[in-house]
C-alpha cells in the first residue's frame, strides 16, 4: 500500500483503551501513534498493546488541540458520529493521513474538529468502543487502498490471485522536452 497514516485520540482517560487502539494501529502499520489532551501511562496501556507500540513505532503526546503537528501533506480525519460527516463505507482515504478518534464519554472537541480536513462516520446505531472504532477504520483503509483483488461476486467463488502492478510511461512536461538528450553511451553524464 502506498502512503502512511498515523491513529491517535483525543482526551482519553482509559490507558487500557489506548493501548488496545495502538496495539491494532501497529497491527495494521501505523507509522506513528499520538495523544492530544490526553495522559497516556505507556505502563498500564502496555496491558493491552502487548506489541508494546509506542517501542517499534513514534509516539507523540500533544498537550492541546492546537499543539498537534503533523507531516507535510498529511490529511487529519476525525473519526465521529456526526451527522454531517462522511459515512465511513464511502470515504475516499487520503494517502498520508492521520487518524484521531475522541474520548468514550464524549466527542472530538471544537477545536481539534475544526483542523480536520474530514470527518468520518461508521455507520453504526450508537458508540463503539475505541478501540473497535480505530480498527475498523484501518480494516477499511487497507481494503480500499490496499493492493486486494475484488470481492466474488457470489458467496464462496474462489477469488483469484491479485494482479500484478503494471508501471505507466513516465509523464514528461513539455517545456523540458527540449532539454531532453539521449544518454552517452559510455554511461558519463556531459550535460547536454
Not at 502499520?29 to 508494546?52: L, N, P, Q, W
Not at 464519554?105 to 473497535?132: D, H, K, M, Q, Y
Not at 505507466?168 to 527540449?178: A, S, V, Y
Request: hydrophobic letters at 40%; aromatic letters at 10%; one cysteine or more.
Amino acid at each position: 500500500m502506498r502512503g502512511y497514516f498515523g491513529l491517535g485520540v483525543e482526551g482519553v482517560s482509559k490507558a487500557m483503551n489506548v493501548g488496545n487502539l495502538f496495539r491494532s494501529a501497529h497491527a495494521f502499520g501505523a507509522s506513528f501513534v499520538f495523544t492530544v489532551a490526553a495522559a497516556y501511562a505507556r505502563r498500564e496501556g502496555g496491558k493491552s498493546d502487548t506489541s508494546d507500540t509506542p517501542g517499534h513505532v513514534p509516539f507523540y503526546g500533544f498537550p492541546d488541540a492546537g499543539s498537534l503537528v503533523l507531516p507535510k501533506a498529511c490529511v487529519l480525519v476525525g473519526v465521529e458520529l456526526a451527522d454531517d460527516a462522511v459515512e465511513l463505507p464511502t470515504f475516499h482515504h487520503p494517502r498520508q493521513a492521520a487518524y484521531v478518534l475522541g474520548p468514550e464519554r464524549g466527542g472530538l472537541s471544537p477545536e481539534l474538529t475544526v483542523r480536520c480536513g474530514f470527518v468520518v462516520r461508521i455507520p453504526t446505531a450508537f458508540s463503539l468502543n475505541v478501540g473497535i472504532a480505530g480498527a475498523i477504520v484501518m480494516y477499511d483503509r487497507l481494503i480500499s487502498l490496499g493492493r486486494f483483488q475484488r470481492r466474488p461476486a457470489r458467496p464462496g467463488a474462489p477469488p483469484g490471485a491479485p494482479s500484478e502492478h503494471v508501471f505507466g510511461e513516465p509523464k514528461r512536461r513539455r517545456k523540458m522536452e527540449k532539454f531532453r538528450a539521449s544518454p552517452p553511451e559510455d554511461g558519463t553524464n556531459t550535460g547536454q
